[in-house]
């Protein structure tokens, strides 16, 4: 019964309810593991598995997600989601092909969904809200569904979704549609952070970032890092000059980061940052730096495999 497309919807589904490929997978697979514990005979009344499994996955993720708030309640610094890495560029730049690993991260489908700007709204959002906004206003399931998901009412559901979709309005401003940098445009504003970084150029790395920018890392309590946000221009350009005087032999790459333009930083071939970016009107404007290395196994495994340019 199961088939590469449903398992690919259900991840895809998990991880922008979860923000973590790993947690997603679980929730995948304790889904399965929930089917095939059913009799035979139950299986058999089933008229839709995949409606059945994105209904099971769905609610294993609210738990999850209510669950979550007390662990990050105690997380060591911010949270952030785990960055997703553009595997078809990880393989054209001399990777091992991803395809051949199994890995979950190579099912998650890289687009608007999933940029780091996006899934940090989403942890804004009520565990409901989230649930009724990704399933609706992503993916398209009707409140019908949506209803058996929450065990609420499809009136109920229509209403977290707008309320989701109140916060996802409230938290693009100023950063519009209209304002917010093109691909190519976003490129080009990391290449010249990569650039004044590598230089350690402080007057380069402020005429880049919006007077005030945010900058927010997550080391997890492993590593070495900020702890509260870095706001203001002035005071991230020095923190970034900062660690890389410290940072001796630090390679940056420029590399897709969740679908979007980011940065990469290797130490002795290995990934242990990875940058996101959010840049409206040619300036950046926030800065979402990972290091827990927990959330680097995927750039980890390629960064090995040794990314050259």
């Given amino acids: 019964m199961e088939t590469t497309g ?77 960055p997703l890495p553009d595997r ?56 019908a569904d949506i209803a058996d998901v929450l065990r609420r009412t499809p009136a109920a559901c229509k209403q977290l979704a707008a ?21 190519a445009d976003q490129a080009e504003v990391v290449r010249r952070v990569k650039e004044a970084w590598e230089s350690k150029d402080v007057v380069a790395l402020v005429g880049v970032l919006d007077p005030a920018a945010v900058m927010t ?24 000059v900062a660690i890389a005087d410290k940072a001796a032999g630090l390679e940056l790459l420029e590399r897709s980061v969740n679908g979007a333009p980011g940065l990469v930083a290797r130490h002795a071939g290995v990934v242990v940052t990875v940058a996101s970016f959010e840049v409206v009107d040619g300036n950046v404007t926030r800065i979402w730096v990972v290091r827990n290395p927990e959330k680097l196994r995927p750039w980890i495994t390629y960064g090995k495999e040794g990314v050259d340019e």
């Fill in 6 to 82: 449903d398992r690919r919807q259900l991840i895809n589904v998990a991880y922008r309810l979860l923000g973590s490929v790993t947690e997603a997978e679980d929730a995948v697979q304790d889904a399965y593991a929930r089917w095939y514990a059913l009799p035979q005979s139950r299986r058999e009344e089933i008229r839709s598995p995949t409606a059945w499994l994105t209904t099971v996955t769905g609610r294993i993720c609210l738990d999850l997600l209510g669950s979550a708030r007390a662990r990050r309640e105690r997380y060591v610094g911010a949270w952030l989601p785990e």
């Fill in 88 to 143: 078809a560029e990880w393989h054209h730049a001399g990777g091992t092909d991803s395809a051949a690993l199994g890995d979950p991260a190579d099912q998650v489908v890289l687009d608007e969904s999933v940029t780091t700007a996006f899934l940090v709204v989403l942890e804004s959002m009520t565990p409901a809200e989230r649930v009724a906004f990704v399933l609706h206003d992503v993916f398209r399931y009707p409140f």
């Fill in 163 to 183: 309320s989701a979709r109140k916060r996802v309005s409230l938290a693009a401003t100023p950063a519009t549609p209209a304002r917010t940098a093109r691909t």
């Fill in 217 to 240: 890392a997550d080391g997890g309590g492993m590593v070495g890092t900020v702890l509260r946000p870095i706001e203001g221009d002035a005071r991230i350009a020095q923190y970034m």
